[in-house]
């Protein structure tokens, strides 16, 4: 792959920086809660057999109590309105006769739209880093005699949520608005079963995954013009070295879950019990460790001339 490479001209610098605002296309939208009731109502002929009353209906729709009575938006709660991305690029060239050179650096940012809960002390939102760097060098080192260096290379870094997000948004289309909130006013989490899982829960408390790929290229070359031999004739030697490392880590939780609460105690406390005991700490695993490098050498001479009407090229690798 060819980059570009410095000129005989004075110093260069060029940066520039771009800010922008991402929003999904296009999210589906659904009914409110006292709708979905109203008609699972409707589908169930045998009047003595509605799965809801009149009062709960009513209580919903005008939120006499978000904790017993929920209307939860599911995808509101585990997304952001929109993401910032933020990319930046600086560029230094110039040179002289015998010294030539290219610099480009460049850092890329970008946030997903999946929310995080703040109270927290880590951030499980997702989260994109990535740092390039490129220096090409052209040093002359006698009028036949060229040493061309060039050095780049990358650094990525992901962090999101321990769940997957194809999994969060299944979860999220499959919940209904009414079974409860994402969270009960008291701070405990509510699920509908043990068999069940929280949208809201799934994308914030169970804790996140972060990994870190980078990668290094290098290429030398020495190429020496032998035409103090006979004209047409050069050799070439090249020496690369690449390596790329990738890691990942996971930070893993479960809070505690509480069946969904029905009523309300004299002093206005929920009335629920716990259904399954979580972790008081994030938990530790590394996985995904890989690395590898490649080494190459090559040396050629070449020669190509013309006599009369005949070319001559020739290669000796």
């Known amino acids: 792959i060819n980059t570009k490479r410095g000129s005989v001209a004075p110093p260069s610098v060029d940066f520039r920086i771009e800010q922008s605002v991402q929003t999904p296309t296009k999210l589906p939208e659904f009914i409110g809660a006292a709708e979905y009731m109203d008609l699972l109502n409707y589908l169930q002929p045998d009047p003595y057999k509605k799965p809801f009353t009149k009062d709960q209906i009513l209580k919903t729709y005008y939120g006499y109590d978000p904790d017993l009575y929920p209307d939860t938006d599911w995808l509101d709660v585990i997304t952001k309105d929109c993401a910032l991305s933020t990319r930046a690029n600086l560029t230094v060239s110039g040179g002289s006769e015998i010294l030539r050179y290219s610099l480009t650096a460049s850092y890329y940012h970008e946030d997903g739209i999946m929310a995080r809960d703040n109270t927290l002390e880590y951030d499980t939102s997702t989260k994109l880093n990535r740092y390039n760097i490129r220096a090409n060098v052209d040093l002359d080192i006698t009028k036949t005699t060229t040493l061309r260096m060039s050095i780049g290379g990358y650094m990525q870094q992901l962090r999101k949520s321990n769940s997957s997000t194809d999994e969060l948004f299944r979860v999220a289309f499959e919940t209904p ?70 890691n990942s880590l996971t930070r893993s939780k479960t809070p505690d879950y509480y069946s969904v609460a ?51 090229d020739a290669l000796l690798l």
């Open 177 to 246: 608005p009414f079974v409860h909130p994402a969270i009960y006013s008291d701070g405990t989490i509510p699920i509908a079963s043990k068999y069940r899982s929280n949208p809201w829960a799934m994308s914030t408390q169970n804790g996140y995954y972060r990994s870190t790929n980078s990668k290094l290229e290098s290429l030398f070359s020495l190429e020496q013009n032998l035409k103090m031999i006979t004209p047409g004739l050069k050799m070439k030697l090249v020496f690369a070295f690449d390596t790329f490392n990738s």
């Open 262 to 312: 029905k009523s309300r105690d004299d002093e206005g406390n929920l009335l629920h019990s716990i259904i399954s005991y979580g972790q008081e700490f994030l938990g530790h695993s590394s996985s995904g460790e890989y690395g590898n490098n490649s080494t190459y050498f090559e040396a050629n001479v070449t020669y190509t001339q013309s006599f009369g009407n005949h070319d001559v």
